[in-house]
């Protein structure tokens, strides 16, 4: 792939936190030099680590807590479009890193798409973006997963150009799993308009006893509303909604007998300008844990995920 | 009273404008329920709606007893509600002449609309206007011409029959003039898009999806084209989809330079879509 894309991203391994604060400062500080607008989301202990190496120059960077930050993943991308919109034509640098080591598996194949669509989304924005991977505690998916989707590399060796780079639609593709529901899901059949305020109120009940908080339940109400209407604008009958538990996660499983949205990236960001459609798949993976699309010989599915508050 | 005419009923959630309805009763019970059920889906929609009565102040009481208070006292406050007498309505001489009472009709659907709703409605209690028109033939002949002129000016009618007064073999007849008869029960409305006076606009509770969401861009539109500055009291909006909030902002956008569209008391929901979407204008103003 030949790269004149305006913006670059790069993986850095780190060994420990020193090296970490000494690298990730370095490149903050590289930016406030050249008045860049600097954007830091990582691990509170790791951001107050980055403001004691950096000094005064902490005053110009913007830090958000990765709780916050990734609070869902997908949230992250909204944080970089928004900034990149504050300061249009202004070049942002990014440091972006979370505790992958909490995250449900489901969220983890999320993180692994994340990393692919970062390459598409924001391709032609003056972003500089750099995910640090502690690398000593890298599990095999990851560790596979950054070597593929990250243009440039830096670990002990050095700085290089990423010869592994591959190409964000086929590693997308390969992501796009599809899992049935499970046989003990309890289901709604949804084929009318008039169906989805039942739909609403039957995921409302099941989250509530599931034992999922307030807000939480309220988002995934909202998700599950919008691919519902998606389903009906752009599906086929029939359409069903299916519930269950998933281990770590909670399922709201909407299946409709259509293609699906076709397009790889759907909803990876919003619609540039208001639009008739396009934003049900961006609203879910905004509320929820982590969003699986995919379709197989039976249609389309769409799996919206909550974390269990156990 | 056994006779039951061979027509479908009506579902009120889907009401096509101008569809002419009618029903049956034979007793003030079962009118009321036919009259409440017609009279709320209508102000649901936020169209007006005229109760002609045989007598205004009984409807009054019966309308503002079976609809929700609030909604009931609040209609008929803000002119939404409209109970009017037969003689009120249509004067009191007949000479065989349909056209007069054809053209007060039209007048009302005009005022309606220029007072702010999308349609005119009407439910109308029958027994004096069959003796007003003086025949049952007289009766058929007007619910024929009428079916034409509420189609083309897009008032939709319950047009309500006391089996007490209406023999068996005229009964069927009048059905057939109609396109469906009125339910005399239906499950609550999704959302009520009621009228409000002061500040002008729309005071919008319940569930807005892709099920009522047309209903209610048009209802703004309508109160829109009489003052483009537009008031929503959005307190008891218990839901919204991504596609509500798209439609109002596109209402806001088309508004001219001094209109705007101001969303009062809207709940958490509604922020957290503005706030997720980006879908926002300078001129739809989100007030606490």
């Known amino acids: 792939m030949t790269r004149t894309a305006l913006a670059s991203h790069t993986a850095l391994f780190y060994g420990s936190d020193d090296q970490f604060a000494s690298a990730v400062g370095a490149y903050l500080g590289e930016g406030v030099a050249r008045e860049e607008r600097v954007l830091a989301v990582v691990p509170l202990a790791k951001l107050e680590r980055l403001r004691d190496e950096l ?11 990765a709780r916050d930050g990734y609070r869902p993943q997908w949230n992250v991308f909204r944080a970089v479009l928004d900034s990149l919109a504050s300061a249009p034509g202004r070049r942002l640098r990014v440091v972006a890193e979370q505790d992958l080591a909490a995250r449900t598996p489901a969220e983890v194949i999320d993180y692994q798409r994340l990393e692919a669509a970062v390459n598409v989304i924001f391709r032609d924005h003056p972003l500089t ?18 070597r593929l989707t990250h243009d440039t590399v830096i670990d002990e060796t050095g700085r290089r150009h990423n010869e592994q780079f591959a190409d964000p639609s086929a590693l997308l593709r390969g992501l796009a799993t599809v899992t049935p529901p499970l046989a003990l899901a309890i289901t709604l059949r949804c084929d009318e308009a008039a169906d989805l305020s039942e739909a609403r109120r039957f995921v409302r009940e099941h989250a509530t006893m599931a034992g999922l908080d307030r807000d939480t339940v309220d988002d995934l109400v909202l998700a599950v509303s919008e691919i519902l209407t998606n389903a009906l604008t752009h599906g086929r009958p029939p359409r069903r909604l299916h519930l269950y538990d998933d281990g770590p996660t909670w399922v709201c499983h909407v299946h409709d007998s259509g293609a699906g949205p076709g397009d790889l990236y759907a909803g990876f960001a919003p619609p540039a300008l208001p639009s008739d459609h396009g934003y049900g798949l961006w609203m879910a993976r905004q509320l929820c844990d982590a969003v699986d699309v995919g379709a197989d010989v039976t249609g389309t599915h769409v799996r919206l995920h909550a974390r269990h508050q156990r | 009273m056994t006779l039951t005419p061979e027509l ?14 009618c029903a049956f009763y034979d ?33 009054t009481t019966m309308l503002t007893s079976l609809l929700d208070d609030v909604h009931g006292t609040q209609a008929l406050a803000s002119g939404q509600l409209q109970i009017r007498s037969f003689a009120d309505t249509y004067g009191g001489v007949h000479d ?16 309606s609309r220029k007072s702010g709703f999308p349609a005119l409605r009407v439910a109308a209690e029958m027994g004096d206007f069959a003796r007003f028109l003086g025949s049952p033939d007289e009766v058929l002949r007007w619910e024929r011409r009428s079916t034409a002129m509420q189609r083309d000016l897009g008032v939709s009618s319950v047009c309500q029959y006391d089996l007490r007064h209406v023999e068996d073999r005229h009964a069927a007849g009048i059905a057939a003039e109609h396109r469906a008869l009125a339910p005399d029960s239906h499950e609550p409305p999704l959302a ?17 999806d892709i099920a009522n969401r047309a209903a209610l861009i048009r209802a703004i539109q309508s109160r829109a084209e009489v003052s483009p500055r537009v008031h929503l009291d959005l307190h008891g909006l218990t839901f919204a989809d991504v596609g509500t909030v798209r439609g109002l902002r596109a209402v806001a956008a088309a508004l001219p330079h001094d209109g705007n569209l101001v ?22 103003v989100v007030e606490p």
């Open chain 1, 55 to 65: 000094g005064q120059d902490a005053g110009a960077i913007d830090f958000v807590d």
């Open chain 1, 129 to 146: 973006l750099l995910c640090p991977y502690d690398a000593g505690t890298l599990s095999t998916d990851l560790f596979d997963i950054s």
């Open chain 2, 8 to 21: 479908a009923t009506a579902n009120l959630a889907e009401l096509e404008p101008g569809s002419h309805l």
């Open chain 2, 27 to 59: 007793t003030d019970e079962q009118l009321a329920r036919i009259a409440s059920t017609f009279v709320t889906w209508g102000l649901a929609a936020g169209d007006q709606m005229l109760y002609v009565a045989g007598d205004d102040d009984s409807a």
């Open chain 2, 96 to 111: 065989g002449d349909l056209a007069p009472i054809e053209a007060g009709f039209r007048a009302a659907a005009e005022a």
């Open chain 2, 192 to 208: 009520t898009f009621l009228a409000d006076l002061d500040p002008w606009g729309l005071r919008v509770a319940g569930e807005v």
């Open chain 2, 263 to 284: 969303l009062r008391r809207p709940p958490d929901l509604l922020r957290r879509i503005l706030d997720l979407t980006g879908l926002r204008h300078q001129r739809m």
